[in-house]
Structures are given as structure tokens and as C-alpha cells.
């Protein structure tokens, strides 16, 4: 049974270790959720790509034949790193303060209480020696938040984690993100001549050049039809440099761009069309892209969303589906041919924010409605 108050004072505790990233320093909470799963009898992992940056896989075996209960094992997976807290905070960032029914500390809503409630369902079943066909499987990943290249990126990629589904818990409000678009992250640097200011004509500006390629940019629009889901492509510039003095003309400029395209689209499209705008106002540039992750969209009649959605009105929660406009870890499934959503029980708005909050009524029923969805997920889909 899940039990509120144990779940408000897990979800303080997660709160309590600091694990922003950057830096990047996940390792005592990852103790802590190792040793708290450990003491349930679950069989738990701990898996590193990087010194102190633990990912902890604690499984609930199944009743079926071991082979096949971890063929079909469930995935739930929540991450428990962090961006900084940053200044200003009227509340405790690190869990102490809960005001009207709010627990404030960062991460609250991004994402440890997800964790708390992951944590709470997997204790519930225990206790309850409910034992599912399936493995249920909860892994806790580190750097989500800046790019889960030390988390489920290797964790799938090195078959550590091999599930039939996975539920990814990094969400709001209850709701089933059944797409997502992918991402560019790209810097452009662009290369003018050097003169002194007085004699500008004598040189090319870089910075003046970046700036009408900058215009060009913004004004592109992505010929694609209306998704679901979804709004239409975005670009943002999200920094430049460039200029070494006042008085001199500048021959290196560098803005970074910010891309988000629909599903259907082709990224290598995309990255083409950006070169193309570019092209038209300079050929001396270099467009180097730091990050590339493809968009994800599943049918939102699988029946692991059916289902979801199913157990959610039955309990009389609302629940519906949406897209999301930034990137999760939802996307790296899709490689390895895993079906999944996202979900999550943290409060919209208030993710990286100061003060962030996490609702404790909202915590209570996502556990609710997370424990008994696996439960409704294992007994109605058959193999």
C-alpha cells in the first residue's frame, strides 16, 4: 500500500543530497537509493560510466519462467540528478520547507520526486508481496540533464537494461507524452577580416555578417504539416561572441543555434537547410554541431498507453495525451526498438525555476496510479 506520509519524507530525503549537474556528482544519493532498495530484498545493480556518477537497477522478478519474466520486464525510470540551484530561494532548496501543501528543493518536481514515487511503488509491492508476471525494474539514471551520456544512454546501448516497455518518469501532471521532437544544438562560426575600426571598409565584420545570417535564420519556416501533438519547428540563437576590441573589426563571430523538429522530419534535412540560409550571406564559416537527437512519437494506441489512460480514468485521474516541446530521454528507446512514453507527477512551471515545488496530493496519486497501472499493464497484456 502506498503510504503518503513515508513518500512526503522519502521525497524530503531525496532532496536533501545535493546533486546538481553540472558538476556532476551524483554519488551519495546514489548510495542512498541503492541501500534503500537493497533492504527491500530486490535484486539491485549499480552501474558507472563515470567516477561517482552511479546508476542503480533494482528489479522485482517476476513469476513467470525467469527467462521469460525478464524478456517482458517493465521498465520505470526516473532520473535523480539536477540542475544548480542557483540564488534567490525564499524555501530550502534541499527539502526541508514543505508551505500549503508544497515541498519546495530542487528537483522537487525535475525530478526526484518522481524518484521518491519510483522508490515508494517498488516498496508497496514488496510489502504487499504482490509479485507481478513480469520484472518490474526500476532503474534511477544519472546526467539527464546534461545529455545521459554517463546514464540510460549507455545503460541501453551496453544492453544493461533490455526491458519489453519502458515508462520513463520525467513529466508533469499526470499526462502520457507520446511525442517529442528532436534537437539540433549547433554552433556557427563565422569568419570576417581584421581592420582598424576607423577603416572599416578595409576589413569584412564577422559580427555584422553573423548578424544577417542570424535574420535569415529567424525568418525560415519548415514547410511541414500540423502535428497532433506537437507546435511547428523552432529556432532559437541562444549565444554569440565575437570582437576582440571596440576599434577593431571583427573577423570571428560565434552564435550557437537552438533546433526543434517534428517527428517525420529528417534531421539531416534540417541541418542542410540551416547551411543553405547561411550560404546565402557567407561561405567562410564552420557549423559545428554539439548535440543531435532524434524525434520520437509512438502510436498512442499501443496498448501500453491504452492501458495507462484506461487505469487512470478508472481511478478517476485525469490524464490525457501531449506532446513535448523539449527533449527527455524517451527518444534513445527508439534505437534499441523499446516502446515507451513519458509520465510524471511533479507540477508544470516549476522545473529549473527558484522555489521549485512538488505537490504532495499530486505525489500521493501518481504512486497510486503507477503501482496499479503496472499491476493493470501485467495482468491485461499477454505476449
Known amino acids: 500500500m502506498i503510504k503518503e506520509q513515508r513518500l512526503v519524507k522519502l521525497t524530503q530525503k531525496v532532496l536533501s543530497y545535493n546533486s546538481e549537474n553540472p ?7 546514489g548510495e542512498f537509493i541503492a541501500k534503500d532498495m537493497k533492504s527491500l530484498g530486490l535484486d539491485v545493480r549499480v552501474k558507472s560510466f563515470a567516477k561517482d556518477r552511479p546508476n542503480i537497477i533494482a528489479t522485482l522478478k517476476g513469476s513467470w519462467p525467469r527467462k521469460k519474466a525478464a524478456a517482458e520486464a517493465v521498465l520505470i525510470t526516473p532520473h535523480y540528478d539536477t540542475v544548480p540551484i542557483g540564488q534567490g530561494w525564499k524555501y530550502d532548496p534541499y527539502g526541508k520547507d514543505i508551505v500549503k501543501g508544497r515541498i519546495y528543493g530542487r528537483g522537487a518536481s525535475d525530478d526526484k520526486c518522481n524518484l521518491a514515487i519510483c522508490m515508494e511503488v517498488m516498496r508497496s509491492f514488496v510489502e504487499d508481496k504482490a509479485r507481478p508476471r513480469r520484472d518490474i525494474v526500476m532503474a534511477a539514471t544519472a546526467d539527464e540533464e546534461t545529455g545521459s551520456y554517463c546514464g540510460i544512454i549507455p545503460l541501453l546501448d551496453q544492453k544493461i537494461l533490455k526491458p519489453k516497455i519502458a515508462v520513463i518518469t520525467d513529466s508533469y ?35 555584422e555578417v553573423a548578424a544577417r545570417v ?9 514547410k511541414v504539416k500540423k502535428h497532433r501533438f506537437l507546435h511547428p519547428p523552432t529556432l532559437n540563437i541562444g549565444t554569440i561572441r565575437g570582437g576582440d576590441k571596440v576599434n577593431m573589426v571583427a573577423d ?22 540551416l547551411k543553405s540560409i547561411i550560404e546565402k550571406e557567407t561561405k567562410r564559416y564552420k557549423f559545428i554541431i554539439d548535440d ?18 484506461q487505469t487512470a480514468r478508472q481511478m478517476k485521474m485525469k490524464a490525457g495525451l501531449v506532446g513535448s516541446e523539449g527533449a527527455t530521454v524517451i527518444t534513445f528507446f527508439q534505437k534499441h526498438r523499446i516502446p515507451a512514453f513519458s509520465t510524471g507527477y ?9 522555489d521549485e515545488f512538488a505537490e504532495v496530493a499530486k505525489l500521493t496519486k501518481g504512486a497510486r496510479l503507477l503501482e496499479q497501472y503496472l499491476k493493470d499493464y501485467d495482468k491485461g497484456c499477454e505476449t
Open 346 to 354: 511533479g507540477t508544470d512551471g516549476t522545473a529549473h525555476t527558484t
Open 23 to 29: 558538476p556532476g556528482n551524483e554519488k551519495r544519493l
Open 252 to 273: 570571428l563571430c560565434e552564435f550557437s543555434i537552438d533546433t526543434r523538429y517534428l517527428p517525420g522530419m529528417d534531421g539531416k534535412k534540417v541541418i542542410a537547410a
Open 214 to 222: 542570424i535574420n535569415r535564420l529567424k525568418k525560415h519556416r519548415f
Open 173 to 207: 501532471e499526470f499526462e502520457a507524452v507520446v511525442a517529442q521532437k528532436g534537437l539540433v544544438h549547433a554552433r556557427v562560426q563565422i569568419r570576417g577580416k581584421k581592420a582598424h575600426g576607423a577603416y572599416n571598409w578595409l576589413g569584412e565584420n564577422a559580427i
Open 292 to 309: 543531435h537527437q532524434l524525434p520520437y512519437e509512438i502510436d498512442p494506441k499501443h496498448p501500453m498507453v491504452k492501458t495507462y489512460l
